[in-house]
């Protein structure tokens, strides 16, 4: 199934984690206590879900994809903190995948259904979904 997204953030409550709350869900991940970092790990932080119909395992993974490559590169070096998460992701869950990640963009796009999280993790964006082929798909990012 395809669907086009247009970004339209959406914050709720339901929506702001942090490390302690995703422990719950993911006993893993409360291995670390709260405010405490794994190699300096930006996790420690708060990620705010701005829009996604992923599941939760798979939001899981890209808020900790993103807070890894946060780690590993500069915040200003967004085109490799994007290819880091898209590797990762196209590893993981086949190929296919798109990452986007910047202070400042606009985005139209088509994608599978379940394979789409836009969220917001320090000061940076993160825009990640796997693409959907369609003839009358516009895709336009400023």
């Not at 996604?52 to 490799?80: G, R, W």
Request: aromatic letters at 12%; hydrophobic letters at 35%; a neutral charge.
């Amino acid at each position: 199934m395809r669907l086009t997204s247009a970004i339209k953030p959406r914050v709720s409550s339901s929506s702001f984690y942090t490390l302690k709350s995703l422990s719950r869900c993911f006993p893993r991940l409360g291995q670390f206590k709260e405010g405490e970092a794994q190699r300096g790990s930006m996790l420690e932080g708060k990620a705010l879900i701005e829009d996604t119909d992923m599941p939760l395992k798979m939001q899981i993974q890209a808020m900790t994809s993103a807070s890894q490559a946060l780690d590993e590169y500069d915040v200003f070096d967004c085109k490799s903190i994007a290819a880091r998460i898209k590797k990762e992701f196209d590893m993981i869950y086949g190929f296919g995948w798109q990452c986007i990640v910047g202070s400042n963009f606009g985005c139209f796009f088509t994608h599978s259904e379940g394979t789409f999280i836009y969220f917001t993790l320090e000061t940076l964006n993160f825009l990640i979904f796997k693409g959907s082929s369609s003839s009358t798909t516009a895709s336009h990012c400023d």
